[in-house]
């Protein structure tokens, strides 16, 4: 099955700092969804990228999917963004078996 | 007005005991999905129905067993619970056909078998 890959595992960031998250993968893919999990569990859904850009107030993401590649901006970022960031795809025949990545995990200090 | 709701957040019970978990969305979708998140935080796809049939049945012990009563409500019934079952739950939702198929999960289940 299809290998979805994210970078950094693990990343500090003093409050107003900028950072970029990325997420490769191993296949075409037909879907590609970004997601935080705050610090309480809750899966929030950050964007619905299969190809191109968004952007959603201090949020970016683009999409490269011929280079099978996906970023995830964050600017001046805030200690409420702390959390596991996922990056999770469909692939093949299939539109909605999400195979996720194993996150990237942001701690913003005040 | 939550949109993908379950019962209970939390669920502490003895091995071998038998319970459930429930999920209900109401956003309208089509299919329902559970994931499971071991303690690594590692997210994976179980079961998935689309309009009360089962479509994705992933390598899953068969004491899990689902059940769609309809296409708003999907819950998991788990048999002689394990240690190794302990874990979050989490049910998700989205539209197979007619729209984007961008998932929308649950606050999730915290299942701890002691």
């Known amino acids: 099955g299809i290998q979805v890959e994210q970078s950094p595992p693990d990343l500090i960031l003093q409050e107003g700092a900028n950072s970029t998250l990325r997420c490769n993968f191993s296949?075409?893919?037909?879907?590609l969804q970004w997601f935080h999990q705050n610090p309480w569990g809750q899966l929030i859904n950050l964007f619905y990228?299969?190809?191109g850009t968004k952007q959603n107030g201090r949020l970016s993401a683009t999409t490269v999917a011929t280079e099978r590649y996906s970023l995830l901006y964050i600017s001046s970022s805030q200690t409420t963004d702390s959390g596991v960031y996922f990056c999770?795809?469909?692939?093949?025949?299939?539109?909605?078996?999400?195979?996720f990545g194993k996150g990237t995990l942001l701690t913003v200090n005040p | 007005d939550t949109a993908v709701s379950q019962t209970p957040k939390y669920l502490v019970t003895q091995m071998g005991n038998d319970k459930s978990i429930k999920c209900e969305q109401n956003?309208?979708?089509?299919?329902m999905y559970w994931y499971k998140q071991d303690s690594k935080k590692f997210l994976k796809i179980m079961f998935s129905?689309?309009?009360?049939?089962?479509?994705i049945n992933e390598t899953v012990p068969n004491r899990f067993s689902p059940k769609s009563p309809d296409k708003a409500h999907l819950n998991l019934h788990i048999n002689s619970l394990e240690l190794g079952d302990s874990a979050v739950y989490f049910c998700?939702?989205?539209?197979?056909?007619?729209?984007?198929?961008?998932?929308?999960f649950g606050p999730g289940t915290r299942l701890t078998v002691t």
């Open positions: 998700a939702s989205s539209y197979r056909t007619g729209g984007t198929y961008e998932q929308y």
């Open positions: 296949d075409s893919v037909n879907n």
């Open positions: 990228i299969p190809s």
């Open positions: 999770a795809v469909t692939s093949g025949g299939s539109n909605y078996k999400l195979t």
């Open positions: 956003l309208g979708h089509d299919t």
């Open positions: 129905y689309n309009n009360k049939e089962l479509i």
